[in-house]
């Protein structure tokens, strides 16, 4: 397998005025901005956003707009972003679909849950990923139904990503959390993937998981009063030719 890196992000809540702020609003976009920045100088191959990349299923024009001039310098500098929608950014309804299509469309993001089979690869890497259903049962009815029109199909010779947006039914995640947190049971996820990159923890968190590693990437600004002392950033992943990812956290 050839090397790689690559970068894992999520839960950047783009054009959130916390507190009814337009000054919190900037915040989120120069987090987001620094993203791109430290990305750009680690020069992975690709980025993945699992989720929330908005705030706001129709974020403002001025976000929309800040938002695609990072996405710009990110392409120009050969990096494909994959990414997810999240609770937040997910399709408000059917007839409109999600903001994540028009940026698809324009090639500034790959969004995944779109494409005919859920996925993207090149020759060292597979990665698939699903929409957001925002409720457990919504979850547990419709992911089934996404699977079996779009079959998850991880490599044996390729290092392969999964990539979500929900918190999974695990006790080491809920402990201190109430139980209605969790949307899905760890059942829902298939197995074969040697990296599960998930979102809406707003913490970052490592655990090994079906024989891989599972983990959230937390979020890139303090969204509430819970994550406010939790270290924000992204993960950078440099996997070896054995398939073996060495993660480094960047704040």
Request: proline share 7%; aromatic share 12%; net charge negative.
């Amino acid at each position: 397998m050839r090397p790689f890196s690559f970068v894992h992000v999520a839960d950047l809540h783009l054009g959130y005025e916390q507190y009814n702020l337009a000054a919190r609003r900037d915040d989120f976009d120069q987090a987001f901005h620094e993203v791109v920045e430290k990305t750009i100088e680690l020069k992975p191959e690709f980025m993945v956003i699992a989720g929330d990349l908005f705030h706001h299923a129709r974020p403002l024009n001025l976000t929309l707009e800040r938002a695609i001039q990072n996405f710009k310098r990110l392409k120009e500098a050969g990096i494909q972003v994959l990414a997810v929608d999240g609770s937040h950014d997910a399709a408000p309804n059917v007839i409109t679909g999600t903001i994540l299509n028009p940026l698809d469309t324009a090639g500034l993001v790959y969004y995944l849950p779109r494409h005919e089979k859920a996925c993207w690869k090149n020759e060292s890497c597979y990665v698939y990923g699903i929409p957001n259903f925002r409720t457990r049962q919504r979850t547990e009815t419709e992911l089934p139904v996404f699977y079996d029109m779009k079959k998850p199909s991880p490599h044996l010779d390729m290092f392969n990503i999964f990539v979500f947006h929900m918190i999974l039914e695990i006790p080491e995640i809920l402990k201190g959390r109430p139980e209605t947190m969790a949307e899905a049971s760890p059942q829902c996820v298939p197995d074969g993937f040697d990296y599960y990159a998930g979102g809406h923890l707003h913490t970052p968190w490592q655990f090994p998981f079906k024989g891989a590693l599972l983990v959230y990437s937390g979020s890139t600004e303090t969204v509430s009063y819970e994550d406010a002392k939790t270290q924000k950033g992204f993960y950078h992943i440099e996997v070896n030719q054995t398939g073996e990812p060495e993660i480094d956290r960047i704040g």
